[in-house]
């Protein structure tokens, strides 16, 4: 009996640490809070800031194309916490040196802070927070995609243990400020990092699927370098590549207007 | 014959500054070619060509039927030494209601950033702040008012100046300088493209009527001077304003009446910007002091003015945006000015203003359409700017939009513009 006890205590007691192990045998099962808080920070976490240079392409259902290029720059607060970001473009040539910069705030009842600097007019103009569901610069991408969607906005569920995947079905909490019922995202049993995403109308019909396509280690850090998201409604189609990634470059505070008005040399490259 | 004398100052200083430089980096890797333009770094170019038409749809007897009808070309040239950035961007235009080519130098100038407080901008550059949506109170820097109604793109509101711009950032604020050498008055409504309401001849007059003006023109002793200080606090932006300068636009008349002037004018202000609910609010407001008559006994110059701008801009569903302002123009020692009024009829003592702008967009962001308004309760008088704009592909933009005036009196600021109603079309490549 006491032996049994022990057992049960080391066990109990050991359990915990294999979850956390980075890349540990992967055969116990965390609990769904474990997992999505680590998926959230492998997704939009990883080192204290960081940087690339993205290529999106949106392609319509007559496979008319729309390219846009930016580089964008992260640093977080604290991991899970605030973030700070700072996109600033360099295609199509009408937007070319506008900068959108993002205070983010991952209580979901703050808003974020948004601005945007318009060169031609030289203006710092304030954009009210808006809908976190709206498009991402017309792509098929929406702001929520691209900063991270608040953990507390679901309620979390783990609906499928496969051999390489956690699946964990997110219900949100106020439906009626989505678009969706629910969605489901693949979790990589290993890495983390959210291979997946599907998303499911207020019919239950799957509309929306989020794909990572190649994910590469840069620096330790699992990075999903290339990601498709399709639209089976419209037809449409949106992949964003990154390039360049680089982690904990050692940012400094360049997410004010100084910077808005004239970006550090390491952002405009 | 200035704006030449500017580009080759600006070339001649381009070279002399890359030929004075620590020559390290250039000296070492390029032995063999020593020629000046070896050393230059890579010029990116980029701009746009941009071609439009508009016409009045009322009959106007001082003005053309055609309000705009011009192709433009814009070169934007910019090159980033390890030193700092160069930039020229100009347009080449062929204006086919004044049958003229011109060139336009819309910026010309050389950042520094020689340490982690100061910034530093100089030579032709267009300037921005303050919090106003098309309304400024603290923003003294030129705007190109007859662009603005006959039809070309927004941006051409702003007017650049010839500026040295020093911005220097501190822990407690930061402060912007900008010291204009010689005035840069506004590109104001002078009956050459829009008829106005002429008080000397106590009607709407445009062509027959070109207001000549007397300009502070000289180097130095004509100046300007702006400066914003500055800070956020909590994501509220609060910035304090000075000026000291001259009205922008004709502001009063020389002692025989044959001439406009821009009097002087000190301008002091203050403005807050920030989250309020799901939008942001703003508050801004400034004092206008009309430094040639304190007391506004002279009929022929502006009196002071208070001026005030409450704003508010908020999501109002997917992709639609709704901003409303109401903004307050006080004249002051008004009893002055109505007992040595000359001959019109009276300005009232307030003017007050409220602007509506809505914008939606449309076909994955590509269709923007918006709609901004103007309506003074006061002067009864209204401007509607509605404007389509369908981005085609990356490069090719669409855009039809009108500039329209209604009013109940001829000699309001929007009112006497009646004529001037225009619709316009026109079509943009951008690389």
Known sequence: ?269 | MTRFRIIITLAALWMVTDATLPAETAASEEKTDNSIFSKLPPIEIHGFYDSRTGYRTRNDKYEKDMSIMEDRLQLDLSSYPEWGDLKVKGDVIGDWVTERGDFDLREANIFLRPNDFLDLKVGRQVLTWGTGDLIFINDLFPKDWQSFFIGRDNEYLKAPSDALKASLFGDWANLDIVYTPRFDPDRHIDGTRLSYWNSNLARLAGEDAVIHTDKPNSWFRDSEFAARLYKNINNYEFALYGYRGYWKSPSGQNDSMSQAIFPDLNVYGASVRGAIGKGIGNLEFGYYESADDLTGKNPLIDNSQMRYLVGYTQEIAKDFTAGVQYYLEQMQDFSQYKSNLISGPARDRDRHLITLRLTKLLMNQNLRCSLFTYYSPSDKDVHIRPNINYKLNDNTALEIGGNIFFGDYSNTFFGQFQNNTNVYAGMRYSF
């Open chain 1, 1 to 269: 009996m006491k032996q049994i006890l022990t057992i049960i205590l080391i066990l109990g007691l050991s359990l915990p640490l294999f979850a956390a192990g980075e890349n540990g045998p992967s055969n116990e099962v965390p609990d769904v809070e474990t997992i999505v808080n680590k998926a959230n920070i492998v997704a939009y976490y990883q080192g204290k800031d960081g940087k690339a240079k993205v290529k999106m392409t949106v392609t319509n259902k007559q496979d008319q194309k729309r390219r846009h290029e930016f580089n964008i720059l992260r640093k977080d607060t604290e991991d899970g916490g605030d973030q700070k970001y700072f996109v600033y473009f360099l295609r199509p040539p009408d937007v070319r040196k506008m900068v959108y910069m993002v205070h983010k705030k991952a209580d979901p009842d703050k808003d974020d802070n948004r601005w945007l600097y318009m060169p031609a007019f030289d203006l710092v103009k304030r954009i009210a927070a808006g809908d976190k569901r709206t498009s991402f610069v017309g792509s098929d991408f929406l702001y929520e995609d691209v900063s991270g969607r608040s953990l507390k906005e679901d309620t979390h569920e783990l609906i499928e243990t496969a051999d390489k995947f956690f699946v964990v079905k997110n219900i949100p909490k106020k439906p009626d400020t989505v678009e969706f019922s629910y969605y489901n995202v693949s979790i990589d049993r290993k890495t983390y990092v959210p291979m997946k995403m599907e998303f499911y109308d207020k019919e239950n019909k799957l509309y929306r699927v989020i794909e990572s396509a190649k994910v590469e280690m840069i620096q330790k850090f699992p990075t999903v370098v290339k990601s498709v998201v399709s639209d089976l409604k419209t037809g449409s189609k949106t992949e964003m590549e990154f390039a360049d990634v680089k982690y904990d470059i050692g940012l400094k505070d360049i997410f004010q207007e100084r910077y808005l008005r004239r970006p550090p040399r390491e952002v405009t490259r």
